[in-house]
């Protein structure tokens, strides 16, 4: 089961830290998607289970950051200077596998999502 959590609301140029607690069997890949209202779900950031790979949107880039905790089981997505344009609901998502997609299709197992609004 995935966990998604972290969301609010932050004004633009804020930052926020989103989670994914992934429970039962260890994944391969950890991907996180957006989505806005009446938009399709686009690709954010994913990385592999032991952390060592990681890809981002580039929208993304050098805003957004990916990471896990080892530990915890936890994937943490920490979004810096966000922007209105960001506002969307939140999903992470799983597969097997080493290669890390970008298409929502290939991911079998989502969590629920987080709402994120940046207000302007």
């Not at 989103?18 to 950031?45: H, M, T």
């Amino acid at each position: 089961q995935l966990q998604a959590s972290g969301g609010g609301l932050v004004q633009a140029g804020g930052s926020m830290r989103l989670s994914c607690a992934a429970s039962g069997r260890p994944f391969d890949i950890l991907g996180w998607f957006r989505q806005a209202p009446g938009k399709e779900r686009d690709f954010v950031a994913a990385l592999t289970w032991d952390g060592r790979r990681k890809a981002l949107a580039d929208f993304a880039k050098g805003r957004f950051t990916i990471s896990r905790d080892d530990s915890k089981n936890v994937v943490w997505l920490q979004m810096d200077s966000l922007e209105p344009e960001d506002t969307a609901v939140y999903y992470c998502a799983t597969r097997e596998g080493s290669i890390l997609y970008s298409r929502s299709s290939e991911y079998y197992y989502w969590g629920q999502g987080t709402q994120v609004t940046v207000s302007s």
